[in-house]
C-alpha cells in the first residue's frame, strides 16, 4: 500500500530563514502529490501538487517542491519565511482519489 | 461560491449519544470524504463516495455511517459515541480529475 512519511514532527525556524520540510512517499508507479497547509483552527489549503511532467512544481505563498523518484521525495521549500507560515503542513498522495495524509510537520517560526 | 460547508463547528456529546455532522458542497464534485484528525496521526480516512448512492469504507470506519442520497450531501452519523471518537472530523470533495480536495473547516466533536 502507498504512504507517505514526514520525518520531522516539529520544526522552527526564524523569520527570514529559508525552510524545508521533508516528505517521503512509497508507491510503484508515479504517484500524484500534494503539499497542504492548517493554519491554527483552520481547514486545509492546497500549496501545490504534482502530477507528471517538471520536477520542480511552484505553488502559492513563494512555495515550491521538488519531486525525486531516485530518492522517493517531494521536500517542500521556501527561500524566505514570514510569521504566517506558522502552521501545520501534510504532504498527501492520492491513490484512485482517496487521499493518504502523512502524519504532518508543525512549523514554530521565531521572531 | 461556497465551496465545504461543515455543520456544526463544534459539539460535545456524552457516551452513548448519537448524532450526525452534515456536509454539503456546491460544486458538483462527484467524489466525498469524511476524514478524522488527531494529534500527530495525519488526517484518516473513515467513509469517502465517489457519487451519489454510492459509499465504502476507509481505513477508520468503525462506529460511523454515512449515506449520499444526492450529489452536495455527504452527512457521517455517530450512532453510540464513544471517548475514542472525540477528534476533529473534516468533510472534502474533489472532481473527477482528482486535481484538488476541497475541506470544509472542520468539526470538532469531544465525547465525555
Known amino acids: 500500500a502507498q504512504s507517505v512519511t514526514q520525518p520531522d514532527i516539529h520544526i522552527t525556524v526564524s523569520e527570514g530563514a529559508s525552510l524545508e520540510l521533508r516528505c517521503n512517499y512509497s508507491y510503484g508507479a508515479t504517484p500524484y502529490l500534494f503539499w497542504y497547509v492548517q493554519s491554527p483552527g483552520q481547514g486545509l489549503q492546497l500549496l501545490l501538487k504534482?502530477?507528471?511532467?517538471?520536477?520542480l512544481v511552484q505553488g502559492i505563498k513563494g512555495f515550491e517542491a521538488e519531486f525525486k523518484r531516485s530518492q522517493s521525495s517531494f521536500n517542500l521549500r521556501k527561500p524566505s519565511v514570514h510569521w504566517s507560515d506558522a502552521a501545520e503542513y501534510f504532504c498527501v498522495t492520492d491513490s484512485w482519489g482517496k487521499f493518504q495524509f502523512g502524519a504532518g510537520t508543525q512549523v514554530v517560526v521565531s521572531p | 461560491n461556497a465551496g465545504v460547508t461543515q455543520t456544526p463547528k463544534f459539539r460535545i456529546l456524552k457516551i452513548g449519544q448519537s448524532m450526525t455532522l452534515q456536509c454539503t458542497q456546491d460544486m458538483n464534485h462527484n467524489y466525498m470524504y469524511w476524514y478524522r484528525q488527531d494529534p500527530g496521526m495525519g488526517l484518516k480516512l473513515i467513509y469517502y463516495?465517489?457519487?451519489?448512492?454510492?459509499?465504502d469504507k476507509g481505513e477508520v470506519p468503525n462506529g460511523y455511517n454515512v449515506s449520499r442520497s444526492t450529489t452536495e450531501d455527504f452527512p457521517l452519523r455517530l450512532e453510540l459515541a464513544a471517548p475514542s471518537q472525540t477528534s476533529v472530523y473534516f468533510c472534502?470533495?474533489?472532481?473527477?480529475?482528482?486535481?484538488?480536495?476541497?475541506f470544509g473547516q472542520g468539526t470538532r466533536l469531544t465525547v465525555v
Open positions: 463516495s465517489v457519487g451519489a448512492g454510492i459509499t
Open positions: 504534482y502530477f507528471s511532467g517538471d520536477t
Open positions: 472534502a470533495s474533489m472532481d473527477r480529475g482528482f486535481t484538488e480536495a476541497f
